[in-house]
């Protein structure tokens, strides 16, 4: 049986090669079924000198975060920065992002799902919403996997939380995270239609202990 293809969405001021090392365990879980492929975001982020409280770290990161920090969009159009707690009226650079999106599907694909982390993972319920609303034609992943999502604060990113998303979803999130709190996790989930949730004890990472496994693995198997 042919692995399942994943296209995965780092998350803010990580980058497609940051992001494979920090699923190493996820991919050595799903080796047999899955088959992971990785995307850079089209904006560079602005190095800062001191931690950021909105970094998106994982356990195990270097210290001083990745060489070549990418965003999929900024919050603070002025400043080219993104929080997720940020309320904007509009943002910065999304449009640019879908373009990356749509060339990967080009270049790479075809694709049987997507998976998303943080800011990734927030990206990748406007895509889905997209495709729901048959806007990019191009778009037709059959499941979406995200990992510490959340609902854009912006206000023109609205649009995307109308109706219910009908493509099968596994909502994973963890209790203690502390840069992208469950709650906001939580308030994601009305927007998927019969979202399977899978929460974990830890933070701010994309969990695959083998107590995760099978979650993972019945999630998967309906679309193999």
């Not at 990161?61 to 707690?85: H, I, K, L, V």
């Not at 650079?93 to 694909?109: F, N, R, T």
């Not at 906001?184 to 899978?198: D, G, H, K």
């Amino acid at each position: 049986m042919a692995p399942l293809r994943v296209l995965c969405i780092h998350g803010y001021r990580q980058n497609s090669s940051s992001f494979r090392e920090k699923t190493g365990a996820l991919r050595k879980l799903l080796k047999k079924q899955v088959e992971f492929v990785y995307v850079s975001a089209p904006h560079s982020v602005q190095h800062v000198n001191s931690e950021a409280p909105d970094k998106e770290k994982s356990s195990g990161s270097a210290p001083g975060g990745d060489e070549d920090p990418r965003g999929w969009w900024f919050s603070d159009t002025q400043a080219r920065s993104f929080s997720a707690q940020q309320q904007c009226e509009e943002s910065l650079g999304l449009d640019e992002s879908v373009a990356v999106v749509k060339e990967a599907l080009k270049v790479q694909g075809p694709f049987d799902g997507i998976l998303g982390f943080s800011q990734g993972a927030a990206f990748v319920a406007m895509l889905c919403s997209l495709q729901e609303q048959n806007l990019e034609p191009e778009f037709c992943f059959r499941f979406a996997i995200l990992v510490a999502g959340f609902r854009s604060a912006c206000r023109e990113h609205q649009k995307f939380y109308n109706a219910p998303i009908q493509i099968p979803s596994l909502q994973v999130f963890g209790l203690e995270d502390r840069v992208i709190p469950d709650n906001m996790s939580r308030e994601l989930l009305p927007s998927f239609q019969n979202p399977q949730v899978l929460t974990h004890p830890g933070g701010h990472f994309v969990p695959a202990a083998s107590s995760h496994r099978q979650t993972y693995q019945d999630f998967l198997k309906r679309f193999q």
